[in-house]
């Protein structure tokens, strides 16, 4: 039987255990353990090559958090707790931590939006982010806070990267408020499946619309007519560069991102797409063939594939 020296690179599976809050000497330790069975702390001591004194600690905080079990017999004898135990055990942990996590930031983030507009009137906001890991969290809290129209200009390979980072996971509790969307998406097939989901929102809510053009480069959102996110480097690596992004509320600022969206608006096509019902809706709601409605279930609909 070949041992865990053998079938994987030792140093690295150190590491991947930290993952798992195993420190690199209770890695060490756990690993020596499973693999001989079931050994008495001398002779995981010796083959660890730890201090024995070290060791030992190491071994009975080990035993405290549950990694390690121990016989009664005389020495006593370390058996590993099964590695999907332990690693379950933490993945639980952590969840619960991130749901914690996430209550506390919702809380936070209802009430210190004071904080952020603190600033004196009529002075200029601007804010320069770079990076999708910036950029995503900060377009998703855009559209969370819109409570009256996201006007919306994308590119295809960028659409399907703001779709897997959730950027528009609260659309259809914006719609269902009555909130306005729109977007002008470029237009490939893997786009189409995308944007064929964002309509059957729009057929639900009658409040969403999307168009396509076929040479789009620009990106850019707008929310409420009161603040806008223009991407510098609109498609993530585009030419070995991150995405780089400017956002700010000044108001001659948002109103020419408006005035270009709305050029692009009166060029882009609405696609159609396949529906049954045959409600007809108002041309600034278009949706689907035709403004035809149809059903769909919002919850899922913006869930990449």
Do not use: C, H
């Amino acid at each position: 039987m070949p041992t865990a020296r053998a079938e994987f690179d030792w140093p690295e599976l150190l590491r991947a255990m930290g993952r798992f809050g195993l420190s690199t000497r209770e890695a060490s330790l756990y690993l020596l353990a499973l693999r001989r069975g079931r050994a008495t702390a001398r002779e995981l001591t010796r083959e660890s090559s730890l201090d024995r004194v070290l060791a030992y600690r190491t071994l009975d905080a080990m035993r405290a958090r549950g990694l390690i079990q121990v016989t009664l017999e005389r020495p006593r004898r370390y058996i590993a707790v099964p590695p999907r135990v332990v690693f379950e055990r933490n993945l639980l942990e952590r969840r619960r931590a991130l749901d914690e996590d996430e209550g506390l930031a919702r809380d936070l983030g209802r009430r210190l939006p004071e904080l952020r507009d603190a600033a004196p009137s009529g002075a200029p906001r601007f804010e320069v982010i770079t990076g999708g890991d910036a950029i995503y969290p900060y377009l998703r809290d855009m559209v969370r806070r819109a409570t009256r129209d996201v006007r919306t200009m994308i590119t295809s390979r960028a659409l399907r990267e703001s779709v897997r980072n959730r950027t528009y996971e609260d659309l259809p509790r914006f719609l269902r408020e009555g909130g306005e969307f729109r977007m002008i998406a470029g237009s490939d097939p893997f786009a189409r499946r995308l944007l064929g989901r964002i309509r059957r929102l729009g057929r639900v809510y009658q409040r969403a619309e999307v168009r396509s053009r076929d040479d789009l480069t620009v990106r850019l959102t707008i929310v409420d007519g009161r603040e806008a996110l223009v991407f510098l480097v609109p498609e993530p690596g585009t030419g070995g560069v991150p995405e780089v992004a400017v956002w700010s509320d000044t108001s001659e600022f948002v109103g020419a991102q408006r005035a270009l969206f709305d050029a692009n608006w009166a060029g882009a096509r609405a696609e159609p797409s396949a529906g049954k019902r045959s409600a007809p809706v108002r041309t600034a709601e278009r949706v689907g063939r035709g403004g035809r409605s149809t059903g769909a279930s919002p919850s899922r609909e913006l869930r990449p594939r």
